[in-house]
């Protein structure tokens, strides 16, 4: 079993940033990928952010592409998400996952473990 807890959702204005984290416990938590992913109201979870314990495996969906920053830190076991210059079209539950199955483009049914998620709404 893997336990995800996230946190560091809020309100901020559009072209702000904030710092989202994910702490991973429980057994083998490093043998899997971990993932971000977002759902906003009415829409499906979508992929977000992706990368592996080593730093490897970094991808982006081209949504977020050089205005989010995914990171590990190992001696905390902790996945962060920076947000920069965000826009109302990110507002969203926030969800930390960890994924044994990696695609191309990841996928929210490939998570074997996901966090209770945490909301980010961007105001004008």
């Known amino acids: 079993q893997v336990q995800l807890v996230e946190s560091g959702g809020g309100l901020v204005q559009a072209g702000a940033s904030l710092t989202l984290s994910c702490v991973a416990s429980?057994?083998?938590?490093?043998?899997?990928?971990m993932g971000w992913f977002r759902q906003a109201p009415g829409k499906e979870r979508e992929f977000v952010a992706l990368m592996g314990w080593s730093g490897g495996l970094e991808s982006y969906a081209d949504s977020v592409k050089g205005r989010f920053t995914i990171s590990t830190d190992n001696a905390k076991s902790t996945v962060y998400l920076q947000l920069n210059s965000v826009k109302p079209g990110d507002t969203a539950v926030y969800y930390c996952?960890?994924?044994?199955?990696?695609?191309?483009?990841?996928?929210?049914?490939?998570?074997?473990?996901w966090g209770q998620g945490t909301q980010v709404t961007v105001s004008l």
């Open positions: 996952a960890a994924l044994s199955r990696i695609q191309s483009v990841p996928d929210a049914r490939d998570a074997n473990y």
């Open positions: 429980g057994s083998s938590f490093s043998k899997y990928a």
